[in-house]
């Protein structure tokens, strides 16, 4: 617990020398502060995690831009199995916690809210391989009554489902499709942040995934880190992210 500590103090301590709640004259701050100052901390961090590695980045709202940053506040990112080893999400949505050094790690993030102003709760997938190559990682989430209206908007069949799972790949690197083992119909998020049907963007969302089949295998053409297995579970978000070279 002591380690979520510091880090959890280090997170509030940043957020209000200039990261957490952007001003009116400079909303972008907070997006670029909270990139600016994970290099740092990587460096900086890590060495205090010992044996294990600095896990970094940030929870933001569905439709945060950088021109209208709006972080999830206060969400709690946990390591599963242990609880102990936590953080609460800053006003930038930014989180910061030592994680076991495996080759990847299930967190649970237990997100602000209930009901249809509540946050979609997940789980985020930490690989190693991404982490290394990356340092940052960045997801977003929806309010429930945000996701009915997004998945209308978007045409979805059958509309948001909450007995289903939901899957945001964020990807780093030139788009190019990401591919999952099962039928599906995708949505991506382009450079100009439009949502529109299709497998490649920097966040690619597969909707209403049947959770009884427990698993599904994610990846992309040519190389890539971060692909394989991920759990999904129903009324959830799960968060991944690919490194596409």
Known sequence: MAKAFWLHVGVIASSFAGTGCPNNSAKVDAALDAKVDASIDATVDAGR???????????VDWDSTEANFRGVFPAVFSVDGEPARMDQTSPNGRFELCIVAAARTR??????GTGDTGYVDAIFIADKSVTDAIGFVSTRSFRNARAAEFFTQQGIAGGYDATKAQLLVQTVGTPRAVTIDRVASPVALDTNNVWAAGAAGS?????NLDPAI???????SGTVLG??????VAGKLTFVTLVLQ
Do not use: H, M, R
């Open 49 to 59: 995690c010992g044996a294990d590695y600095f896990l970094t980045g940030d929870l």
């Open 107 to 112: 967190l649970n993030v237990d997100a602000p």
């Open 227 to 232: 692909a394989g297995a991920v759990p999904l």
């Open 214 to 220: 427990a698993t599904v295998n994610v990846g992309s």
């Open 203 to 207: 966040e690619v969302l597969f909707p």
